[in-house]
C-alpha cells in the first residue's frame, strides 16, 4: 500500500519516538494501521502503553533511545567532516581559478604552449587535495571505529541499569527496602571496558584493518567478510576521474578560443559547485554516484563512516553475545528495504550491510533475556 508523504512520515516519528515498539510483532502492525486511519494519537498512546506494561520492550527500548542518542555525537563529526572536505575542494577550486585566470592574461585567452605547464599545475594540486581528503577519511573511519564500540557498550550498560533497577524496585516493594549491594552490577556483568584493555584494541585494530586496508565497499556473506575496493583505492578513484575532466576542460577550451573565465567555470562546476558541467562527464554515474568530485567524496565519507561505526557494532557485540536491532531513520528517504528491516533482531553474524550509499539507518543492542 503506497502512503502520502504526511502518513509515512508520522510512522516515522512513532518509530523514532518508540523504536522497540517495532520489534513487537503483534504491537506494531496496529500502531502502523491507527496512523494509516488517521489516529495518530491514539497510535502513540498504543506504542507506549505496550512497552509500559512490557519490561523486556522497556528495556529495549531504554538501550535504543540511549544509543541513538550517543550516535548524535558521532553524526556531528561526520558533519565537520563534510565541512572539512568542502574546505580543501574550495581551496583547490580558488586556486584553480587564480591559475587559469593568471593564464589567460588581459585577454582572457589562453595560449596553446601554456596548456601543458597549466594542466600539470592542476593535476598536482588535485593529488595533492586527495592526498588530504585520504587523510581526513582515514582519520574518520578510525573515530568512527572507536565511536561505534563506546556507544555499544555504554548503550548495553544502560540496559543493565535498567533490569537492574526493575528488579530492585520490585523487590523493595515486597521487603520495604532496598538493598544497597543489588544496585551494584557485577564486574563480569558489566558491558563497559577499558579502552586501553586488550579486548578493547583486539576489536578496534581487526575491525581498522578491514575498513582500511582490506575493503571498504564489501558485504558480509555467512559472516565471512569479503575483501573490496580498499579505502586508498576508492580516494584514488574520485581523483582520477576529477583528473580526467581537468584536463578535457583546459584542453578543449584552449583549443577552441574559449574564455579562461569560461574553463575555470567548468571546473567549479565539476568540483565543489555541481550542476551540469557543459563537457560530456566522464564521472561514470549512477545510483549513489555524482558528476561532481565533491558530491563523490561526500557519498564516500557518510557511506565508509557509517560503515566503520556498523561493523565496530557487529564486532563488540560478537564478543559479548548480544544481539542487534535494525533501526529506520527518522529523517530517511522512503525505503521499502529499510523500512522492512526496522525492528527486526538479528545475532551479530547475520546482520544486514547497509543497504545503499548514504545510508542512515542504525543499529540498537539487544541484551539476551533481557531486552
Not at 52 to 64: F, G, H, Q, T
Not at 202 to 217: C, H, P
Not at 278 to 306: C, D, H, Q, S, W
Request: hydrophobic share 35%.
Amino acid at each position: 500500500m503506497k502512503l502520502d508523504e504526511a502518513t509515512y512520515k508520522e510512522i516515522l516519528r512513532i518509530g523514532n519516538l518508540y523504536p522497540a515498539i517495532r520489534s513487537h510483532a503483534d504491537a506494531w502492525p496496529k500502531v502502523r494501521q491507527l496512523v494509516i486511519d488517521g489516529k495518530a494519537d491514539e497510535a502513540s498512546a498504543l506504542a507506549k502503553k505496550h512497552l509500559e506494561e512490557n519490561p523486556r520492550y522497556k528495556i529495549r527500548n531504554i538501550v535504543a533511545v540511549a544509543q541513538r542518542k550517543r550516535r548524535r555525537d558521532y553524526l556531528l563529526a561526520q558533519v565537520q567532516l563534510e565541512k572539512d572536505i568542502k574546505a580543501v575542494l574550495v581551496k583547490f577550486t580558488v586556486n584553480a581559478d587564480k591559475w587559469i585566470t593568471t593564464a589567460g592574461g588581459e585577454e582572457g585567452k589562453i595560449s596553446l604552449w601554456k596548456m601543458k605547464p597549466l594542466t600539470d599545475r592542476l593535476l598536482k594540486a588535485n593529488r595533492e587535495a586527495f592526498q588530504e581528503i585520504k587523510g581526513l577519511l582515514t582519520s574518520a573511519v578510525r573515530s568512527s571505529i572507536k565511536a561505534g564500540i563506546v556507544d555499544t557498550m555504554r548503550s548495553a550498560q544502560d540496559g543493565l541499569n535498567a533490569e537492574k533497577a526493575m528488579r530492585v524496585g520490585k523487590e523493595a516493594d515486597f521487603m520495604g527496602t532496598i538493598d544497597s549491594e543489588l544496585l551494584q552490577i557485577e564486574e563480569e556483568a558489566k558491558a563497559t571496558m577499558s579502552q586501553t584493555s586488550s579486548i578493547y584494541r583486539t576489536i578496534f585494530d581487526a575491525v581498522a584493518k578491514r575498513r582500511i586496508e582490506q575493503g571498504l565497499f564489501k558485504n558480509r556473506k555467512r559472516g565471512v567478510f569479503q575483501t573490496g575496493t580498499t579505502l586508498s583505492r576508492s580516494v584514488w578513484d574520485i581523483r582520477d576521474a576529477q583528473a580526467k575532466q581537468i584536463r578535457r576542460a583546459v584542453a578543449t577550451g584552449i583549443a577552441s578560443g574559449r574564455a579562461s573565465s569560461s574553463i575555470s567555470g567548468d571546473i567549479k562546476q565539476f568540483t565543489v559547485m555541481g550542476g551540469e558541467p557543459r563537457m560530456i562527464a566522464t564521472f561514470p554515474t549512477g545510483p549513489g554516484v555524482y558528476r561532481t568530485a565533491y558530491k563523490n567524496a561526500l557519498r564516500l565519507a557518510r557511506t565508509e563512516t557509517n560503515n566503520a561505526y556498523h561493523e565496530a557494532e557487529i564486532e563488540y557485540a560478537t564478543k559479548k553475545g548480544y544481539q542487534k536491532m535494525w533501526n529506520r531513520s527518522a529523517g530517511g528517504a522512503p525505503c521499502d528495504v529499510c523500512d522492512e528491516l526496522a525492528g527486526q533482531i538479528f545475532d551479530p553474524e547475520d546482520v544486514p550491510p547497509p543497504q545503499h550509499p548514504n545510508d542512515s539507518c542504525f543499529l540498537t543492542t539487544v541484551l539476551p533475556e533481557i531486552g
